[in-house]
């Protein structure tokens, strides 16, 4: 029983919305793109989903455009391996949550076949494997779906999400299974994020309730492609250290000392960058800034995919939660395994003394003694921030983050979502088309 299954289940629907600009899609023209305006330079910082669909919009526009780039490759966060070998790109996994989305409509402009989810999950607690069947029949299963499921409709003082399973006295038994559908699944733990963010993302989430999958490789192509005058703007391997907003033109430094000048920035980089001040703001950034920054969250992660020889579990199924430091375990029919590790968790993977990919493996190796020895082939990367999550307290910390400085300076990329949709690849683009249309129509004070 994950998260989509309850949306179906309390029968809730989503509005389609039709958010992509006219010239990418065949939504109708949009209010947004009236002719004659802003005309300057714009410098974008960061090339992922963000940076990249926000200047392909104003390249379309005739807006002159260059991205900076901190890494050698394009994406940001589109790969969750993006340094691995061919074979292990070409395997991973991502899900596209939601009909109603840029993203549906871009992968489907680019004649992608989107397969929707289906499949079956397992669940381990009380030191057995049950299918969802089984689960089912468990009252501590049960109780726990339903704590989950009232988090969604959550409106007294915020608390965090375990301290919410806490107060329900449900049984610890289900506990890591709880810290998936109320932790991993928003991109943390459930002791981190708050139940009001849980509530807000689930009220006012509105790209629709389907899933697909797609691989990789069908992701990055597709962006390539659709993507691709933006891309041709991107100066690589330079990382932006410094923002002076002062005069009429911003000035923008690379680490390398080299200088950039615009009429308006747009930034996109990760909310941990912004958090940890690596870059520097002339004048510096108001209370207003720094305190979204501070109330928002984002943890670092771990993302580990490995195969093995021959698959474990019954075919068809898609997922075995309920691991104490591995929560869950996303499988597949040819034996790939795949396991996103962030919050409390991924902490105490990195504090034990080891190699994070081996204790994630034997953890594995747990629910399916021997699985280790039949291991293939293997990949981990770190990310230091994974996916922007709502602590307890978060208030309008996202509103604030992504108002723009002055008229100037704009704000866009998956934790600037002011809509649910924060921590997807959809809702990053989302973003990038509110920042243009404040862009376009912007007046500098
Ligand atoms: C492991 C993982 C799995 C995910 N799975 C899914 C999924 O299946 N489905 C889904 O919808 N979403 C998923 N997401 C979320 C989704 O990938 C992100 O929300 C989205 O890619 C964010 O895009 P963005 O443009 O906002 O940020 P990013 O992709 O992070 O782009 C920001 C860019 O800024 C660059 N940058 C940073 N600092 C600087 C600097 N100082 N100077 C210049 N450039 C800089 C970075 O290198 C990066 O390229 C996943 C995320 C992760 C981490």
Redesign the pocket.
Known sequence: MNRRKFLHRTGWMAAGSCLLPAFLHSCKKSEWQQEGQFQGEVLI???????LYAAEMLIKQGVSVQI????AN?????R?FPNAPESIKSAEL????GEFSI?HDLLRDQNIELIEKTGSELYYFTGAINTEAEANQNTFFQDMLQTVESLNTFDSADISAQTYFDAMDVSTNVASIYTVLAGQVY?TSADRIGAHGIANQYQTWSAGIKEYTITGNQLTDAIETALSSAIATVRFN????SINYSGNKITLQ?ADGETYSCDRLLL???LN?LQSG??SFSPPLNSSKENALSRLGIDM?Y?ALFKLENALWPAGTTRITGGDLVPSFELTNDGWIYA?VTGTQAEVIASIFGDPLNIIQTQFDQLYPGAINQITESAIHQ?QG??SYDPVGVGAAREALAASINSKIFF????THMGGH???????ME?AVRAVTQLLSSNPS
């Open positions: 910082v960061g090339a992922g989903i963000a940076g900076l780039e901190s890494t394009w994406g940001g966060r589109t969750a991502r899900t596209l949550k993203l991109g330079t990382v932006v250290s690379d996109t980089v990760p960058v690596a870059i992660s993302c996103e990310w994974s996916r866009a990329g998956e934790s924060h921590g997807t690849l959809h809702g990053a973003t």
